[in-house]
């Protein structure tokens, strides 16, 4: 089967064509320019659908925004893609290209990405984070994807860890993400110094022994793992996938681990934590996994 893969981001968009076995090929990558409105968005990525690709039996997609998937639609998108909510993604696209789609929300779309060709592949239930601007959750069951009574299932990112902290984008306060997303790692550490923008130079700070930003990144190493710890608690899981960019630390993995094991109760601590192996293409292959039957083992 020729599966075209169309991942799209706040930032880019991504596409490959796939097979069922997870390898890629004709990848391409351009800029969303969300602001432009969803109806841009979708025109621009069917003129580079027809100019890049031939021939493909399927098409799937994961994008940013809560998905309706039995529909294909956007329930809702939020203010960087004006104009995106309630737009008939499926629809569109077989009518443009008569062959059949797949919509998924990006989050959950990295966890079948995850389930088909990666850190998931010999797990049949499983949670999967990712720590960036925000933290995604989704819930694998049964190796599909839980999606809770209106596809929003996994909003880990929002776990209320710390009631009366800081207040968080989505109008409550102490949320998880606003203590253990990368962006505040970003701003703890930029408190110390201002060249530590980004967890690359954070990361780089660490390695020329700046004693002060590893006191900042232990303690968010303790946020990260009391979220984990909450969710392993409730789930009982035999494993967590954790990705994002950040989590390409090797050392952050163990140091999470670690913490997290020290904090949970004895009988649930072997649950595995497992980082993510799919990278950035998470999202792309798991679009492709939409048409692949599901894989409980
Ligand atoms: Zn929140």
Redesign the pocket.
Known sequence: MKILAIDIGGTSIKMCMADEKGNASAFIEFDSEAEKGGQYLVDNIIKKVIETYIEFDVIGISTASQVNSEEGSIIYANENFPGYTGMKIKAIFEAEFGVPVKVENDVNAAALGEKHFGAGKEINDFLCLTYGTGIGGAIVIDSTVYKGLNGGAGEF??L?LHPGGEK?????VG????YGSTTALVKKSLEIDNKYINGRMIFEGLEQGDVSLERVLNDWVLEVAYGLVSLTHIFNPPAIIIGGGIMEQDRLIAMVTSKAKQLMLKSFSNVEILKASLGNKAGLLGAASLHLPSKTL
């Open positions: 990112g929002h209320i968080c984008n989505c109008g409550c949320c998880y993400e606003m």
